[in-house]
C-alpha cells in the first residue's frame, strides 16, 4: 500500500470499541497497516469528533483517547481553514453530502489522499479523486499494489 488513506472517525472508534468484535478486527487490522506503512492520515475535525464521542461514550477511557490523538498528531492533520472551507462547500453542492462529510472529502483531497476509509459513505465512489473505503468490505491487502 503506497497511497495516502484518510481515515474517518468511525474507524477509531471501532478500533478502540470492542462491543461489535467484526468491526474492531476490521479496524484494528486497518489502524496496524497504515501505521506500518506510514499512510495514514486524517483532520482535526477527525480528532475532535473521536476525542468528543470517546468522552461521552466512555468517560473512563479519556486518557486512552488523549493518547490516541496525541499518536495520530504525526499523521499531519488536515486543518479546517478557508481552503478546506471552500472545497467542502463545492463538494456538498456537487455530490449532495452533508457538510460534515464534504469536510471529511475536501480535507482527504488536500491531504492528496486518494482513499477515504469510512463506513459513512457509499463505498466505491468516487468523490472529486478520492475512492471511499468501507473498512468492512475490504481489508488492507487489497491496496498493497496501490
Known amino acids: 500500500m503506497s497511497a495516502p ?30 501505521w506500518e506503512t506510514q499512510r495514514g492520515r486524517t483532520s482535526f475535525q477527525v480528532l475532535e469528533e473521536f476525542y468528543f464521542k470517546v468522552n461521552k461514550q ?35 453542492d456537487r455530490y449532495q453530502l452533508s457538510f460534515w462529510d464534504a469536510l471529511i472529502v475536501a480535507a482527504a483531497k488536500l491531504a492528496a489522499c486518494r482513499y477515504l476509509l469510512t463506513e459513512d459513505l457509499q463505498a466505491g465512489q468516487n468523490l472529486d479523486g478520492v475512492r471511499v473505503l468501507s473498512p468492512f468490505l475490504c481489508d488492507p491487502d487489497t491496496l498493497a499494489s496501490d
Open 5 to 34: 488513506v484518510f481515515v474517518d472517525t468511525n474507524v477509531l472508534i471501532y478500533a478502540l470499541d470492542e462491543a461489535d468484535r467484526v468491526k474492531h478486527k476490521a479496524a484494528r487490522r486497518w489502524m496496524t497497516a497504515l
Open 58 to 92: 466512555w468517560p473512563a477511557a479519556r486518557e486512552r483517547a488523549r493518547a490516541e490523538v496525541r499518536d495520530l498528531l504525526t499523521w499531519r492533520p488536515v486543518t479546517i481553514d478557508a481552503e478546506v472551507m471552500e472545497r467542502a462547500w463545492k463538494i456538498q
